[in-house]
């Protein structure tokens, strides 16, 4: 299989576009599977862990591989829930190109705002499909404007739609213009090629001559034909949509409806037509681990080996489960491999290409390949492997903070091994989520993205290890930072007979902007401290911070700069020096005016236009900040910030006061001040006052 004829495809989309029920469609086009799967059956072959087929959700990104016309496409299923954003974002680091899925009633969502800026980030290109054409208030033309208003996009509808809701039976193709009506007998599989309606025709014109306008932009052929007027032929048009929207210049748009099987053949003639193949996307950049030299690896079987990993997930029957993308090279199964990541040298057990649940058994992988691989056991997510002599480190993926956590214990005594294993299991499946201990209560903590993500890891306890749990009331992922610029002083002396301890620094406290991070700059002239103990101080100030003075809570958003200080020739050591930094930097913060910082969530409710009154007041008084109100069709849509410790059992309140009928997204969007009488009593709670 030649790299020219392979497509490693997403299909990112909002919670409910239909994203599982469009892959579906692919394999059963594609002659993967011979019967359907229904999402709302519970029978999807995608959604195949049971949490999934229960809640009718896909939360792990299932990696697919099927043939059309001779070309192979690997998918990868991405969940659309919020909670599992970070999926989403492991799956475009490896990607090629992605398909986004949009529902033609609601137009793009939240939730799909948030992965369109997450394929922005890793320039992933992409070809558009407005799917649930078929359903009552489905438009088109609404959901090509929302996608340039709430994504700054250049959608270039290449389809138009004939007809809609319960009319739609098909669509005009812009380049061919040629009109496809699907045929129901066959459940969609046969299509008529026929002449374009006559109360379609100036529409299909009008929208013809959008796309050759926005082509002439970046195109000169297609700028010189349609200056002079000339006819431009389909191939010219093809091959310049294919060249705009690798380039990320623009988004082909396709419109269908996959429960109804229309529209899908088209969708995967458009992958092969307009997505990039490996050999498209430009080399893969890392630095040579030794000397930190840059290295570029061109996406070819000539290049030594390189691959990065992107999803461990524990299988029943084989074990360690780690999903590969070969960027350069090939191997075999059983040779060894170099870990550049950890400095490890690990064997490839057995290479697997994944079709959802089932799997097949291949002796090579080559540049380009999705793959997974049984039998290495210290390779994590986002870990560089390579070939030992051309040793290449890539460029890792960067996971968000856990804002939510709960203290879990076993049910029974002995689950407590099992549990420990088990929840160690899940950590190194999903880089989200974080086990740790507290020591002073003797807990053990979970951290995750979210309620949902944490029901689910307790759910999977459940099932896949057997280990019952209880959880206790979620706890907010608080923060401390200061209001204003201090100095201060650590001196840290201990000279008792022997050899005693001397490290003595003034550090200045700043505050940075909200999300600044931590800056420490070194000041330090003529030597007052030598070089070797200023890496001490920042480590000591660096562990202060991990304790705010008023809470506990880690302090963030700060910047420290050392000054001054003095040092003895005998008693000065490493030790002396960081802890003198950590006592600096506790002295300056308690004269630093410091505050609490809570998480804000972003949310949006739909809700029926006679609940709105209980819905605002209800967010009202959670403490939250309504940003805009819009109608869409015969909905509501409520855009609203509210602190994340005031969401807690959001789901049942809403679902109680709307009788079922309203819905809602919420993601972390960013830290604030808490309000000085919430801060002050979440700050005895914590003191034990």
């Known amino acids: 299989m030649t790299l020219e ?5 997403g299909i990112m989309a909002h919670i409910d576009a239909g994203k599982t029920t469009v892959t579906e469609r692919i394999l059963y086009y594609t002659g993967v599977t011979y019967k359907m799967g229904e999402v709302h059956e519970g029978t999807a072959v995608m959604d195949w862990m049971v949490q999934e087929q229960e809640r009718g959700i896909t939360i792990t990104s299932a990696a697919t591989t099927c043939m059309w016309n001779d070309n192979r496409i690997n998918i990868i299923d991405t969940p659309g829930h919020v909670d599992f954003t970070i999926e989403v974002e492991r799956s475009l680091r490896v990607l090629d190109g992605a398909v986004a899925l949009f529902d033609a009633v609601a137009g793009v969502e939240p939730q799909s705002e948030t992965v369109w800026r997450q394929a922005d980030k890793y320039h992933v290109p992409r070809i558009a499909f407005i799917n649930k054409m078929d359903r009552m208030g489905a438009d088109f033309f609404m959901c090509v404007k929302s996608m340039i208003e709430r994504l700054g996009a250049t959608p270039v509808p290449v389809q138009i739609p004939i007809g809609a809701e319960d009319v739609f039976s098909g669509s005009v193709d812009l380049v061919k213009m040629k009109a496809y009506v699907y045929d129901d007998e066959t459940l969609g599989a046969g299509f008529v090629e026929a002449d374009i309606p006559d109360e379609l025709l100036p529409q299909a014109l009008e929208y013809r001559e959008k796309m050759l306008e926005t082509l002439s932009d970046f195109d000169d ?3 010189e034909k349609y200056l002079a007027g000339e006819e431009i032929g389909a191939d010219l048009i093809m091959s310049a949509l294919r060249k705009g929207t690798v380039e990320l210049r623009i988004t082909p748009v396709l419109c269908g409806s996959a429960f109804k099987n229309k529209g899908v053949q088209q969708l995967l003639d458009a992958i092969i037509d307009f997505l990039p193949c490996p050999a498209d996307i430009p080399p893969v950049k890392g630095v040579e681990p030794v000397t930190g030299r840059d290295v570029i690896r061109k996406v070819s079987e000539d290049e030594a080996f390189s691959a990065i990993a992107f999803k461990i997930m524990t299988d029943p029957f084989v074990g360690q489960l780690t999903f590969l993308r070969v960027y350069s090279g090939s191997i075999t199964s059983g040779s060894y491999i170099y870990n550049s990541t950890k400095d490890v040298k690990e064997r490839i057990g057995r290479l697997l290409k994944m079709h959802a649940n089932k799997r097949e058994e291949v002796k090579e992988i080559h540049a380009g390949d999705i793959v997974a691989t049984v039998g290495l056991k210290k390779t994590l997510t986002g870990d560089t492997l390579c070939d030992a002599d051309n040793p290449v480190l890539l460029e890792s993926m960067e996971f968000p903070e856990p804002v939510i956590s709960v203290a879990i214990e076993p049910k029974t ?7 420990s294993v088990a929840l160690g299991k899940l950590a190194q499946e999903d880089p989200s989520f974080k086990v740790s201990f507290d020591d002073e209560t003797g807990q053990t903590i979970i951290s995750g993205m979210g309620e949902l993500h944490l029901d689910i890891i307790v759910d999977r306890l459940l099932r896949e290890f057997k280990v019952g749990a209880n959880v206790g009331k979620p706890q907010v992922a608080y923060r401390e930072t200061i209001k204003q610029r201090v100095k201060a002083e650590g001196k840290f002396v201990r000279q008792s007979g022997g050899r005693g301890q001397y490290g003595h620094v003034y550090i200045e406290l700043e505050p940075l902007d909200i999300a600044g991070g931590f800056e420490f700059v070194n000041k330090i002239v003529g030597g007052v401290i030598p070089k070797e103990y200023i890496s001490a101080v920042q480590k000591g100030v660096k562990e202060a911070l991990e304790n705010g003075v008023l809470a506990g809570y880690p302090v963030v958003d700060v910047k420290v700069t050392l000054y001054d ?9 490493e030790m002396a020096f960081k802890i003198a930094g950590s006592m600096a ?22 809700s029926p236009e006679e609940y709105m009154g209980d819905v605002i007041g209800d967010l009202n008084s959670r403490r939250g900040r309504i940003q805009t109100m819009n109608q869409r069709a015969n909905v509501r849509v409520i855009a609203a910030q509210v602190p994340l410790s005031s969401m807690f059992g959001y789901a ?12 809602y997204t919420m993601q972390f969007s960013h830290y604030e001040e808490v309000p000085k009488n919430i801060a002050e009593d979440i700050i005895l709670k914590v003191r034990g006052g």
């Open 413 to 419: 005594k002995p689950d407590q091994e099992k549990l």
């Open 221 to 223: 052929m297609i700028m």
């Open 565 to 573: 200080g003095s040092y003895h020739e005998v008693d000065s050591s």
């Open 652 to 663: 049942t309140d809403l679902r109680s006061k709307t009788q079922g009928r309203a819905t």
């Open 585 to 606: 930097f506790k002295n300056a913060a308690k004269k630093a005016k410091p505050v609490l910082l809570e998480p804000v969530m972003a949310i949006e409710v739909v």
């Open 5 to 9: 004829k392979t497509r490693n495809i």
